[in-house]
């Protein structure tokens, strides 16, 4: 498997993400939706993965800088049909090596509060990711868990 920053400019990222978000919103309420579209991703202060087996795309995922040493996970993504085969674990350690390579100190994520959401917070767990406050522009939801490690 490869994993390899994305400039999101291809069609099948983008179809990738979309599935994304059509997704949350299946599962989340509307006002509850964190997930980043095409041009959030775009922004300066973002860095975003693709993993790739063989050439198809397995999973995806993205760093947002919030200050000097805080940075966000974005857009945590597996592709369903490669779900619990190892696709999130590799790209989750890829994202927190980067970011202590960047010299983060530390790492939040939003994720889900829902059932849906709970093999996504067993992975931040495994992690070393631990509940906290919401952070950075987040406000409480009762549709949202808020998570964080030290690097």
């Known amino acids: ?7 999101l400019s291809g069609p099948e990222i983008a179809a990738f993400l979309e599935a994304h978000v059509l997704e949350m919103r299946s599962v989340t309420p509307l006002e ?13 202060e973002v860095t975003f993965w693709s993993m790739t087996d ?4 397995v999973g995806c995922g993205a760093l947002k800088r919030l200050d000097a040493g805080h940075a966000e996970i974005k857009s945590m993504r597996t592709d369903p049909a490669r ?14 090596s980067e970011a202590r390579q960047a010299g983060y100190e530390r790492l939040s994520l939003e ?14 767990t495994k992690f070393g990711f631990e509940p906290c ?16 490690r030290l690097l």
């Open 133 to 148: 406050a919401p952070f950075a522009e987040y406000k409480e939801d009762p549709n949202s868990a808020f998570m964080t």
């Open 54 to 57: 063989d050439g198809t795309l």
């Open 32 to 44: 509850s939706k964190h997930a980043l579209d095409l041009d959030g991703l775009r922004r300066p």
């Open 83 to 96: 779900k619990r085969g190892g696709v999130a674990s590799r790209l989750l350690d890829h994202i927190i």
């Open 111 to 124: 994720t889900g509060s829902t059932e849906f959401f709970a093999p996504a917070r067993a992975l931040y």
């Open 1 to 7: 498997m490869k994993i390899a920053v994305d400039d």
